[in-house]
């Protein structure tokens, strides 16, 4: 057989972290990078004699979740006990579901390799609390349990074994992200952990229907640990099955520097957790008109608004993706659109040099500092001719780095264009002068030394001078001579 026979098959388990302001059993706060053990209380601490009371926002959030990605949502609901023990988890059992989820049977759209539509199902969403965190002391040797986070709200979405390759699987993270945020349920931040995923692996070959054993690696965080771990492990396990071996069924850890997974342990089966309901929560029952209410308020789906760039707005294929892919920068280029009534350029702004330099800061879209406002204005400024496109540019480096008015940043810099005819005369006989041999070439029917004397004009006025004015002037003054 050769790698060719061979399909790669991938499942994914992702947890979101919601972002309710209070924990899912108690009332301490959800906000993250707090001195450890002060969002805590006798519930999240597992002390003898507590009572969880379910949060009713952690279930209008899922059930949010559940109906934007096509899911069926359960009016009949429960939680259940899972009994494992971990010195993060001080009852020695998670409160989440198992076999009444309040949401199934969803899906969600991703483009293949070739641009079409392609469905993956979600098999199930279900509500669970997060366990505490354990912060390993290198000097002081052992660890420190910090119960921060024992308790926030998770949602758990396990999709169908749909998946075919690291592309696939990235491009369905990144859709699943993206509709977390624009339903505002989660903020998503993978570096905070409040996005993370259990990766499925296996491999098979394409004649067979059955599907192979697979690998499991927990709580990966980031799209780029998460292919190349993807990719690393289909190799692996396609080596392993051409050399005649077989794949066990383990947990794996991915190491990021070696780019290579390692085993960790034997992976262990729903029945070793000995799930059972839980018996201090009553059962969730949800009306019809509970659920119709959240359907009703849920907000425009990035699908929705891509299909309405490329229909209304006439964007290409590539930036409408770019642009709903993030919230943010959807509102963003809705909002400043509204106010510089140039949508056109608010787009490529945004695509160009926006995209560039959140990718050189590696920096979420969310974390942008200016404002809409900010760049319709800076927008508008261009259109009025108050300022060149490349001093818009470092306009826009400077709301990068310290947001405030665009005017206020040309006046700090001394950056607005020059449109002054007499300057703008000035530069131009002073380029002439110290050019002769352009002017030779020019009227020799050279156009290109036209735009080589602009462009020493824009150098001297440090790109300020009016390239219209320039062009129009030189032309004027060597013709005449
Ligand atoms: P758990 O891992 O908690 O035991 P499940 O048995 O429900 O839970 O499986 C979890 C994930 O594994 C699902 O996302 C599913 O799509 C995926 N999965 C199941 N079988 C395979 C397989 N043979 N190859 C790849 N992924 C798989
Ligand atoms: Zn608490
Ligand atoms: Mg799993």
């Excluded at 995923?197 to 059955?210: E, G, T």
């Excluded at 070439?441 to 050279?446: I, L, N, R, S, V």
């Excluded at 129009?472 to 003054?477: A, P, R, S």
């Amino acid at each position: 057989m050769s790698r060719e026979d061979y399909e790669a098959v991938i499942g994914l388990e992702v947890h979101a972290e919601l972002s309710t302001k209070t924990k899912i059993f108690c009332s301490c706060p959800t906000s993250f990078g707090a001195e450890p053990n002060t969002h805590i209380c006798p519930i999240c601490m597992a002390m003898p004699g507590t009572l969880p009371v379910l949060n009713e926002k952690v279930v209008e959030y899922a059930v949010k979740a559940g109906l934007a990605t096509n899911c069926e949502i359960s009016e009949d609901s429960k939680n259940d006990r899972k009994n494992y023990y971990y010195p993060d988890l001080p009852k020695s059992y998670q409160i989440s579901q198992f076999d009444k989820p309040l949401c199934k049977h969803g899906y969600i759209e991703i483009e293949d390799e070739n641009g079409n539509k392609k469905k993956i199902r979600l098999l199930r969403i279900h509500i669970e609390e997060d366990a505490g965190k354990l912060n390993h002391d290198d000097l002081g040797g052992g660890s420190l349990v910090d119960l921060n986070r024992a308790g926030v709200p998770l949602i758990e979405m396990v999709s169908e074994p749909d998946l075919r390759s690291a592309d696939e699987a990235d491009r369905y993270l990144r859709k699943l992200k993206s509709i977390l945020e624009y339903i505002e349920v989660s903020d998503c931040k993978m570096e905070e952990g409040s996005f993370r995923a259990d990766v499925n692996v296996s491999v098979k070959k394409k004649i067979d229907a059955k599907l192979g054993t697979r690998t499991e690696m927990k709580n990966m965080s980031s799209f780029r640990s998460i292919s190349r771990a993807i990719e690393y492990e289909i190799e692996r396990q396609i080596d392993v099955l051409e050399n005649g071996g077989t794949i066990e069924q383990e947990t794996l850890r991915w190491d990021d520097v070696s780019g290579k997974t390692f085993s960790m342990r034997n992976k262990e089966d729903a029945n070793d957790y000995r799930y059972f309901p839980e018996p201090d929560l009553v059962a969730i029952k949800l009306s019809k008109e509970y659920i119709e209410n959240i359907r009703k308020n849920l907000p425009e789906l990035p699908e929705s608004r891509y299909e309405r760039y490329l229909n209304e707005y006439k964007l290409s294929k590539k930036d409408a993706g770019i642009i709903v892919s993030s919230k943010y920068l959807s509102n963003l280029f809705e909002e400043a659109s509204e106010i510089c009534n140039n949508r056109k350029a608010v787009g490529n702004w945004i695509i160009s040099d926006i995209s560039r330099i959140l990718n050189e800061k590696e920096m979420e879209p969310n974390n942008i500092p200016f404002t809409a406002e900010h760049l319709a204005h800076l927008i508008m400024l261009i259109d009025k001719g108050t300022i060149s496109s490349s001093i818009a540019k470092k306009v826009l480096e400077e709301l990068f780095e310290s947001p405030r008015e665009p005017e206020k940043i040309i006046e700090e810099k001394g950056w607005a264009q020059i449109s002054d005819e007499g300057a703008i005369k000035e530069i131009v006989l002073e380029v002439l002068k110290n050019n002769p041999q352009s002017i030779a070439d020019y009227k020799a029917g050279k156009d290109r030394a036209l735009g080589f004397l602009v462009g020493q004009a824009m150098k001297m006025s440090k790109g300020k001078a009016n390239p219209q004015m320039l062009n129009k002037m030189f032309i004027e003054n060597m013709n005449n001579e």
